[in-house]
């Protein structure tokens, strides 16, 4: 079993930064581990993924803003979040999956909210 909990989202003004954090447990680190947002109304979008390897890939999006990252221990997961915009509000969410579908996931965290206002 995975456990996934995130954390660090809150409200920010546009253009600022943040940076959320998924701690796993469950042996996590040995699947894809994503993040992915859901706005209001809107469907569950990808936003970055890191493989077991290190390998890293980004929604067009998000590139160049966002960087997702894990500590050496593998038990963090990161995404530092910079000049954020209004259309980012969301809350985000970490999951963990078996391959790199990019709106997979086989574990799911709860979710942390972000807002940023205009």
């Known amino acids: 079993q995975v456990q996934l909990v995130e954390s660090g989202g809150g409200s920010v003004q546009a253009g600022g930064s943040l940076t959320l954090s998924c701690t796993a447990s469950?042996?996590?680190?040995?699947?894809?581990m994503k993040w992915i947002r859901q706005a209001p109304g809107k469907e569950r979008e990808f936003l970055a993924h890191i493989t077991w390897g290190g390998s890293t890939y980004y929604a067009d999006s998000v590139k160049g803003r966002f960087t997702i990252s894990r500590d050496s221990t593998k038990t963090t997961l990161y995404l530092q979040m910079n000049n954020l915009k209004p259309e980012d509000t969301a809350v985000y969410y970490c999951a963990a999956s078996i391959d790199e579908s990019l709106l997979r996931g086989d574990y799911w965290g709860q979710g942390t909210r972000v807002t940023v206002s205009s």
């Open positions: 469950g042996r996590a680190f040995n699947y894809v």
